[in-house]
T-cell receptor, first 113, second 114 residues
Framework: KAGVTQTPRYLIKTRGQQVTLSCSPISGHRSVSWYQQTPGQGLQFLFEYFSETQRNKGNFPGRFSGRQFSNSRSEMNVSTLELGDSALYLC????????????FGPGTRLLVL | QKEVEQNSGPLSVPEGAIASLNCTYSDRVSQSFFWYRQYSGKSPELIMSIYSNGDKEDGRFTAQLNKASQYVSLLIRDSQPSDSATYLCAVNRGTKAAGNKLTFGGGTRVLVKP
């Protein structure tokens, strides 16, 4: 079974721009969660989508948003990019929402200049 | 107090020895517990999940969970240089009703010296 895929793998943007990242979960997985990883803050939860609905949201500003499609693929969007948004953005999928095991994709490394 | 705490390391162990990693968590209602391994520049890779008190073994890895003490540990037996990585403890207090509430510790860096 193919794993979680994320596109693009690397991205360079400038302050003020916006960016959209994509995640395709493992086949059959319906829950997709997004995380931000930085050296200073570690791995932080952004939000979870299940059945096209946002279930939970972490402590991030409204510039961070996401959505999920009927095929469980998910996108996250960051508007008005700031230098501090430079990070590794990770998507993880699980069979269902809740306490299920999550499997991570390779991540998208975003650099904001 | 952080929700999930780990010693940042580095934990230096000789090849062939046992590496012992510890993790404590603050929320007693936590349901499931995970250890992930992350190599530099890569994404986290699941090593082990554990849901009930006691030990769970998988190859050279053993996870131990003690919910009363809010403590979960990972033992790596016969450590190999390829085990050198950062190990992330993750605790999920989510439920089907509430959704995912997975929180990560800061990770313990392990160095296995030949």
């Amino acid at each position: 079974k193919a794993g979680v895929t994320q596109t693009p793998r690397y991205l360079i943007k400038t302050r003020g721009q916006q960016v959209t990242l994509s995640c395709s979960p493992i086949s059959g997985h319906r829950s997709v969660s997004w995380y931000q990883q930085t050296p200073g803050q570690g791995l932080q939860f952004l939000f979870e989508y299940f059945s096209e609905t946002q279930r939970n949201k972490g402590n991030f500003p409204g510039r961070f948003s996401g959505r999920q499609f009927s095929n469980s693929r998910s996108e996250m969007n960051v508007s008005t990019l700031e230098l501090g948004d430079s990070a590794l953005y990770l998507c993880a999928s699980s069979l269902a929402s809740g306490s299920e095991t999550q499997y991570f994709g390779p991540g998208t490394r975003l650099l904001v200049l | 107090q952080k929700e999930v705490e780990q010693n940042s390391g580095p934990l230096s162990v000789p090849e062939g020895a046992i590496a012992s990693l510890n993790c404590t968590y603050s929320d007693r209602v936590s349901q499931s517990f995970f250890w992930y391994r992350q190599y530099s520049g890569k994404s986290p890779e699941l090593i082990m999940s554990i849901y009930s008190n006691g030990d769970k073994e998988d190859g050279r890895f053993t996870a131990q969970l003690n919910k009363a003490s809010q403590y979960v540990s990972l033992l790596i037996r016969d450590s190999q240089p390829s085990d050198s990585a950062t190990y992330l403890c993750a605790v999920n207090r989510g439920t089907k009703a509430a959704g995912n509430k997975l929180t990560f510790g800061g990770g313990t860096r392990v160095l296995v010296k030949p």
